[in-house]
Structures are given as structure tokens and as C-alpha cells.
């Protein structure tokens, strides 16, 4: 994500910022210009420093909290481009519903931001029956009602999500009964879209034979696939061509969990590259090394702007294996606890030649070969949890 400043007084911000903590004045992004900008009172409107010409109204689910984005002042639009996909919010009126609704919002939001950056196709249920839309429930037992669990998945479009995730504790012992390394509120976001534009960019498209090449023939029975999951789990030595366990269910599951992955590696690339962060390990080369070691890396281009996937691999690995040690440094576990294997990184590739919308067969398997070769040239140890 990029470093965003009040236009006021300079003081860096933070996304979920709706005032500056330096000079209070009041800010707002604008997913039109990809850019937080700090506003003045204009009348009934505000007007936006970041672009003077720009005025703006609030999206309406500020005034709960729920919201910094920006709606045009001249737009009928009452919600921003990422609230107005919103069918379904739980009762407001109770307020441990809206503390983890606002937490919901603050992940989606940054899921809007990739997306958005990406340039990918967001149509509402308004454009296409089909189009984007999400469902925040409670679950029944919590109002003391009948009714099955809520579970976090995708229809057809539709997302829903159980905002009992937004409770750290809740979500850390879900994530200790499925056996997972990894499980937060951006990450359910981001698999779950993952469903989406499967059928959105693979479905129907001439793709499909390379993603069941890929990934397995979608065409298996899901549920079937599910149950023995959950009751035999992954087979041994999934490592080596899955990116985690709950990958190893079904082809759908796979490429949901490898489309998440993407768009970890983007946006946490992205912010590596608006601090400058350039990795140079003080690494010795010995007489038993036959290649020499290359982990350092300098994190100095835009990745949601880089067509060559294999540029972004070089940059990630070494990447998240300084991550990894900081956080053991301060006794937290890894923050990327995943392998990329050749094998993942032909998947990601392949994530990759859809979002650009590449169609040429040989141009997509020259730049996954490139991108394999830079994962092989990594010499990054395994993660703990691995």
C-alpha cells in the first residue's frame, strides 16, 4: 500500500485515517485518484487539497464509523465504490456489532484498494446479477435463535462472511481447530474474491484448459472433495505443489488460496517499495557454496505495474524471509509462514497472465519459466511452520 500524507501539514497517514493526528483536519480517500487527501469545508461539501478542483461528500456509512471513502459531490451515489457492494450489514444498533462491522470495513476497504489498482472488473448487483456483493451476518446462536452457524464462502457473486472473524480470539481458536498458519480478516476477503474471479476470468474463458492443467479439473465433486479433506486431511508432501493444506481440497480451493497469495505479495511489495526497503543480508560465501548467494533484494518498483511476475518473486523471497526473522526476533511466529516451490510459483504465474489478461500461450509459459528460475535462484531457508 502507498504512504499517504495530509496535504495540510505533511504528517503521514495512515488508510483507515479519517483526521489528521497532527493537525486534525479531516481526511478522506479517493479511490479515483488512489490517493488520501485532507478537505476543507466547501458549503454543503468538501473540498479535497489533494486535487482543489475535486469536491466530495462523505460515503454514508461514515457517520457509524464504518467508512473513510469519498463519493464525488456531483454523483447520485449515496455509498463509496466499495460500500455501495454491501447487501447485508448486521445490526447496528448493537455495539459489539458494529466494533467488528468497522473492522469488516477496514479489511474490505483494502481489498477494494488491490482490486481497484489491479484494474480488475467490479460490477454490482445492480450491473449483473452475478456482480459483487457481500453479506456481513451474526451468527443466530449469538441472538439466541435457531438456525445453522454462519459460514464464511462465496455463491455465485455473493461473499458472506461471519464477522465473529473480527474477534481476535474467536478467529485465533478457529484457526487452531482448522490446524491453519495463517488466518486474518484480509485473508478471508482476499480467497473469497479469489472464487469470484474464477468465474469472473477463468470460467468461460479459452484459459480453462491450462488452469485444470494448472490446477485439477474443477469438475470434481466439490463436497466429496471437501468431507475427505476435513476428515484425511492433505496427502504427504503437499509442500511441494500446494501453497498451503486447505489448497489440496480442490482446484477451486487451490486457486482461490494462490489468488490470495497474489495479492498478499502485491500489496506487501508495494509497501516495501514506498518505504524504500532494500534487502542486503550480510551473508559470507564459503568453498562448499558452488553458486553464489543471492538473497538481497531492493524493493524499487510498483508491482501492481510490473508485467514480469518473475521480477516480483525475486523481491519476495528474500523479502519475507528478513520478515520472518524480525518477527522471530521479537518472539511472534512467522509472518509469511508459506513456501513457494516451483511448482506454486507456476500457479501464481498463472494468477498473474489472468489479471493482465494474457492470452498468448508461449509469452505466459516464458514468463512463468522466468519466474520458476527466480524463485531457484533464491537460496531462502523454510519457514517454521512449514
Not at 7 to 29: I, K, N, T, V, W
Not at 38 to 47: F, N, Q, V
Not at 59 to 73: E, I, T
Request: with cysteine; charged share 25%.
Amino acid at each position: 500500500m502507498k504512504i499517504f500524507q495530509c496535504q495540510a501539514c505533511a504528517q503521514p497517514a495512515h488508510f483507515e485515517a479519517d483526521a489528521c493526528e497532527s493537525c486534525e483536519c479531516r481526511l478522506g480517500y479517493d479511490p479515483e485518484l488512489t490517493d488520501m487527501t485532507a478537505m476543507l469545508r466547501a458549503g454543503s461539501r468538501w473540498r479535497g487539497l489533494a486535487d482543489p478542483r475535486r469536491k466530495y461528500r462523505p460515503c454514508a456509512n461514515r457517520a457509524s464509523g464504518g467508512c473513510n471513502w469519498l463519493v464525488p459531490a456531483g454523483s447520485g451515489e449515496t455509498y463509496c465504490l466499495a460500500c455501495r457492494h454491501n447487501r447485508v450489514v448486521p445490526d447496528l444498533s448493537i455495539p459489539w456489532n458494529q466494533t467488528r462491522w468497522r473492522e469488516v470495513e477496514a479489511a474490505k476497504r483494502r481489498l477494494f484498494y488491490a482490486m481497484l489498482r489491479l484494474r480488475l472488473p467490479l460490477a454490482s448487483r445492480r450491473e449483473d446479477p452475478t456482480g459483487l456483493a457481500f453479506d456481513f451476518l451474526v451468527d443466530p446462536a449469538e441472538a439466541y435463535l435457531t438456525g445453522p452457524p454462519v459460514l464464511t464462502g462465496h455463491d455465485n457473486g455473493l461473499i458472506t462472511l461471519n464477522i465473529a472473524e473480527a474477534d481476535d480470539v474467536e478467529r485465533e481458536r478457529r484457526r487452531t481447530q482448522f490446524g491453519e498458519h495463517y488466518r486474518t480478516l484480509l485473508g478471508h476477503f482476499r480467497h473469497e474474491i479469489g472464487h469470484y474471479f474464477w468465474n469472473v476470468l477463468v470460467r468461460a474463458d479459452p484459459c480453462l484448459d491450462a488452469f485444470r492443467t494448472a490446477f485439477g479439473d474443477e469438475r470434481a465433486d466439490y463436497g466429496a472433495a471437501l468431507q475427505r479433506h476435513y476428515a484425511h486431511g492433505p496427502a504427504e508432501g503437499w509442500q511441494e505443489t500446494f501453497v498451503s493444506a486447505y489448497a489440496t481440497s480442490h482446484p477451486w480451493e487451490d486457486f482461490a488460496e494462490t489468488w490470495a497469495h497474489y495479492m498478499h505479495i502485491v500489496d506487501t511489495l508495494e509497501t516495501a517499495s514506498q518505504f524504500g526497503v532494500r534487502v542486503q543480508p550480510k551473508l559470507q560465501a564459503g568453498p562448499a557454496l558452488h553458486t553464489p548467494i543471492t538473497l538481497a533484494a531492493k524493493v524499487d518498483f510498483d508491482p501492481y505495474r510490473s508485467p514480469d511476475f518473475g521480477r516480483l518473486i525475486e523481491a519476495w523471497l528474500p523479502l519475507t524471509f528478513a520478515m520472518n526473522s524480525l518477527n522471530r526476533s521479537m518472539g511472534q511466529p512467522d509472518l509469511y509462514p508459506f513456501r513457494m516451490t516451483p511448482a506454486t510459483i507456476g500457479k501464481l504465474s498463472f494468477v498473474h497472465d489472468r489479471i493482465y489478461a494474457r492470452t498468448d500461450a508461449a509469452e505466459a509459459e516464458a514468463g512463468t519459466l522466468r519466474a520458476v528460475i527466480a524463485g531457484l535462484r533464491q537460496r531462502v531457508a523454510a519457514p517454521r511452520s512449514v
